[in-house]
């Protein structure tokens, strides 16, 4: 496959215009096309505004060129990629593509993003050389956070083509691929819309609320939070049902086909324009100041205050940690909630068989589309197996393609309940948090002193990243609440002094060490990134020192990176005194939480392999660095310009009492401690600073309800 240095998306809806935005991602350049120039405008400006954001960055959106297609169509001569993305009808879409290939190049990529209408349709009467370059690439919405693309080969296409698309498409755009059969839906929204249909159906039987259903299927199962009726308000229920009713129209002989036919209660409410978050009501509806959730009752139609769930299986089940220990304790339930889980995970599972030799290749690619399109952590083969359901059809092993880490696979060299030491191979260790929420303790601490003993000692390189939800939400809160109030100081400070010194050790490790981020790196896992003598990080990263968020300032070396890094106080102040998280990482790029040398992986898949590769390569050439002595500081007179910039938010009551007192203490590090003047400072110097201001912190009472708070219910108190 030629590269591809432009693309053109050939309609500006919710769906193209954020595949046009996600190859700008990508630093692709794309023109974005519709009936007019200011309909795509309009549709650029809809992705940019997005809330998660489409583009990685603001700048992102100049790499998109809105056009119309009476007047832009002759720019399509100067790309290398064709996708339509317009109406889901044949005759809109035969008729543009009519255009198209007027004006396309001869050796231009083809491909459309329908969801149902059979290629072959589209492609019919083309010329021959036209349908080998012809496929479908189905993204999911939106395409930049859902890792799912389906390729559908056409009648004629192309096997180099379609292995090509599928490899840039894995690399470039940081997809996982799933090659499809040209059948309706395609293997995703077919399952998929099997899937919400048996639910809906269930409800019925079973007399569950909507609040009921929506707490069966939420994340307690490994689905995400919007579980089945919130993800019908954000996908809207009229496209909802118009995927259903399309589904039920092109399966005739599809024995279950009788399930898509959609439900009396939706079509009521379908009936009286209820939906969803475009209508400001559907299943739920926000209400009064305080934006109160209020839920409908699917026999009257009436709306009350959603209610708190109640069912004691759901509650037992929270307890338990594990996802299929979790899956087998429901399945078993005796209650209406196990009856439920049966009625649901059998038949999906027989669904799934059934389908699989029409729609997929394997039951892997089942799986996959269902993990990657619509956020399940496990398909229904991977369930079936968990609760030991018939065996699933027989299955080649789940071999990654090359550079595809599963760390689960890699053999453990050392191991706690925090953390493992794993072999990559080649002489790479990748040392790996496995804790909740990957936060750091003691645990993980030791292993990183572990870590860095048998790197000396047997390896070449060294790799810290994991595969869990989070890089690493930080430091251990309870310990520190826990400590605070006992007022074990020494055993505080201690605690502390060690995590800085495993930064610091890390910084000036004797052979390479490349760290590699995703998802969140917050405190103490940012302080981590932030003295990585090389990063290789997932595109999606929200990274950030947020400790103000518990009335602390970083303790283990972020105030004195970023501040040695930055050489702007002002700025390191706002970036940590604002709790500022990046929104990826291009953007922790600009904000300079991340060095402009920091390398980026758009498939998260590929991270691993990614920060392999890069530590085996600096090998050969590494030298340590060591201990910085030489870091300019401002001393009193910057504090006192900061501390003005604090004083004038207090005033305007931004912020509170003990929020000034917090900047005050970070003002004191950034600066150096009490100076008459600018000086040059050790590393040293600047970690007992933060060390001091951390502990001074965790001794007022309005921190510890801080912490206290936030162990609680997970978010900040403003006190």
């Not at 199962?221 to 019908?232: H, Q, T, V, Y």
């Not at 009936?271 to 409908?296: H, S, V």
């Not at 309870?478 to 109030?485: E, T």
């Not at 490790?509 to 917050?522: G, N, S, T």
Request: with cysteine.
């Amino acid at each position: 496959m030629k590269p591809i240095r432009q693309v053109a998306v050939l309609g500006a809806g919710t769906m193209g215009a954020r595949i046009a935005a996600h190859f700008a991602n990508a630093r692709i350049p794309a023109l974005l096309l519709d009936l007019t120039a200011a309909q795509a405008a309009k549709g650029l400006e809809a992705a940019r505004k997005q809330s998660p954001g489409a583009f990685y960055t603001e700048q992102g959106a100049a790499l998109v060129t809105p056009g119309s297609f009476d007047e832009h169509l002759s720019l399509l001569s100067g790309v290398d990629w064709v996708i339509e993305a317009v109406t889901e009808n044949l005759e809109i879409k035969r008729s543009l593509w009519e255009r198209v290939l007027r004006n396309a190049p001869a050796a231009a990529t083809l491909t459309t993003n329908t969801s149902g209408i059979p290629l072959r349709s589209i492609c019919e009467g083309w010329p021959e050389d036209r349908r080998r370059r012809f496929l479908g690439t189905h993204f999911f919405n939106p395409p930049r956070y859902l890792h799912l693309l389906e390729l559908i080969p056409g009648p004629a296409t192309d096997e180099s083509l379609l292995t090509d698309v599928g490899a840039f498409a894995d690399r470039v755009l940081g997809k996982g691929v799933v090659i499809c059969k040209d059948t309706p839906n395609f293997i995703a929204n077919r399952i998929g819309s099997f899937f919400g249909a048996t639910i809906y159906q269930l409800m019925q039987k079973l007399d569950l609320t909507i609040e009921e259903v929506d707490a069966l299927t939420g994340p307690v199962i490994g689905l995400p939070k919007s579980a089945s009726f919130r993800l019908l308000d954000i996908v809207g229920l009229d496209v909802w049902n118009l995927v259903s009713k399309n589904l039920y129209d092109l399966v005739p002989d599809d024995p279950w086909r009788e399930r898509f036919l959609p439900q009396p209660f939706l079509g009521e409410m379908l009936q009286r324009g209820w939906l969803g978050d475009k209508t400001g009501q559907g299943f739920f509806q926000r209400r009064g100041p305080k934006k109160e959730i209020w839920a409908i009752d699917w026999k009257t139609f009436e709306y009350h205050l959603a209610a708190k769930v109640k069912l004691p299986a759901l509650e037992n089940a929270k307890l338990i940690e594990d996802l299929p220990t979790r899956l087998r304790t429901l399945y078993a339930d005796t209650s209406k909630a196990g009856e439920f889980y049966r009625g649901l995970f059998d038949d999906v599972y027989a669904y799934a068989s059934a389908m699989l030799p029409q729609i997929a290749h394997s039951p892997q690619d089942i799986d996959h589309a269902m993990e990657w399109g619509y956020a399940h952590t496990v398909g229904p083969f991977g369930i079936a197996r968990i609760l030991g359901l018939d065996p699933p059809p027989p299955q080649a092993v789940d071999t990654p393609r090359p550079g595809i880490f599963i760390l689960q696979r890699q053999t453990v060299v050392q191991s706690n309940s925090g953390a493992s030491l794993r072999d990559l191979g080649d002489g790479c260790l990748c040392l790996e948090f496995h804790s909740k929420m990957n936060s750091l303790g003691d645990d993980g601490i030791s292993m990183i002193y572990s870590g860095l003993k048998r790197l000396e000692e047997d390896f070449d390189a060294l790799v810290i990243a994991n595969q869990g939800e989070n890089f690493s939400v930080g430091a251990n809160l309870m310990m520190v609440l826990l400590a605070a109030q006992e007022q074990e100081w020494d055993e505080l400070n201690a605690a502390i002094h060690r995590f800085q010194q495993a930064s610091m050790a890390i910084k000036y490790a004797a052979k390479p060490v490349v760290v590699a981020p995703h998802q969140r790196a917050l405190g103490g896992g940012c302080e981590l990134v932030l003295h990585a003598p090389r990063v290789q990080s997932a595109a999606e990263l929200y990274m950030g020192l947020v400790e103000v968020g518990v009335g602390v300032i970083p303790g283990a070396g972020g105030c004195k990176e970023l501040i040695a890094r930055l050489k702007d106080p002002r700025k390191v102040f706002e970036l940590i005194g604002m709790a500022k998280v990046s929104t990826s990482a291009e953007n922790a790029r600009d904000l300079g939480l991340l060095e402009k040398s920091a390398a980026v992986t758009m498939n998260p898949r590929r991270l691993i392999g990614d920060a392999r590769q890069a530590a085996l390569s600096m090998v050969s050439s590494y030298r340590p660095g060591a201990p910085r002595s030489d870091i300019k500081v401002g001393g009193d007179p910057a504090f006192a310009a900061l501390r003005i910039g604090a004083w004038l938010m207090r005033q305007s009551e931004y912020i509170s009492d003990h929020d000034m007192l917090i900047a005050e203490k970070l003002g004191r590090v950034l600066t150096g401690g009490e100076f008459p003047g600018e000086r040059l400072v050790s590393e040293q110097h600047l970690l007992d600073l933060e060390r001091e201001a951390f502990l001074s912190l965790c001794g007022t009472v309005k921190t510890q309800e801080r912490i206290a708070f936030m162990l609680k219910n997970g978010k900040p108190l403003r006190n």
